[in-house]
């Protein structure tokens, strides 16, 4: 069995249930988003270094904040911190249109190239701020933020369509949950998914530098 198969079944076993999801995981080849040297690692179930001292994150995360995007193939979705591309990627397969933000030139630049090389023509790579979401192109259907805030930013709630859902990190780099925000006409639900281990969100509505 290859490694990649049997991440796809750990993550099964750990309670990933949404099969385009798997599927998804299953055909996007980890190791191109890592350095060579990493490659060997690339199917381990952990966050691993890349450039600009962040990390790609872990594929257990990946699959439980793409499964609690509730994604059917027709959806916007805005990431918050592209980091290595992988997680845009993902959604890409399972969305209409990805819009992500990453604060660092250097990754987004080499995410942008990365998907290019993976012919995934959905995704829109911009550098900046993503703590103020991106009101230009708003509403999302779904917002997924990749590394911890000190509270969900409010710019990226009022940017969420009706029924649409949030998902980030909140708390610091020791003390994380992961927390699912779903907007309803009756008010907006958050609940825990479970703790978890992000870089700092940094900008205006997150961590200073
Ligand atoms: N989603 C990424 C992947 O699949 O490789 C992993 C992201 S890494 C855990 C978190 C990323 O968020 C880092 O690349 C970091 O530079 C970025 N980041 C932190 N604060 C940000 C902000 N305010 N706006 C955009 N990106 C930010």
């Not at 845009?88 to 987004?108: F, M, T």
């Not at 990749?146 to 930013?153: K, L, N, R, S, W």
């Not at 907007?183 to 961590?207: M, Q």
């Amino acid at each position: 069995m290859s490694d990649q198969q049997s991440m796809i079944d750990s993550l099964r076993r750990r309670g990933i249930h949404d099969e385009r999801v798997l599927e998804a995981l299953a055909t996007t080849p980890r190791e191109r988003f890592v350095a060579t040297q990493i490659e060997p690692h690339a199917y381990a179930d952990s966050a691993l270094p890349i450039a600009c001292g962040q990390t790609i994150s872990q594929p257990y995360i990946v699959a439980l904040m793409t499964q609690s995007a509730r994604l059917t193939g027709r959806e916007a979705v805005l990431e918050i911190g592209t980091g290595s591309g992988y997680q845009a990627a993902i959604l890409a397969k399972l969305a209409s249109r990805v819009v992500s933000i990453e604060r660092y030139d250097e990754l987004a630049e080499k995410a942008a190239q990365r998907l290019a090389e993976l012919k995934i023509k959905n995704v829109e790579i911009h550098v900046g701020d993503g703590t103020s979401g991106d009101q230009l192109n708003a509403p999302y259907d779904a917002i997924v933020v990749t590394a911890g805030a000190p509270e969900i930013p409010e710019p990226l709630i009022d940017q969420l369509a009706e029924r649409g859902r949030l998902i980030i990190p909140v708390g610091d780099e020791t003390d994380q949950v992961l927390k699912v925000l779903e907007r309803s006409p009756e008010g907006d639900i958050v609940h825990d998914l479970c703790p978890c281990r992000f870089v700092n969100l940094i900008g205006k509505h997150g961590w200073s530098a």
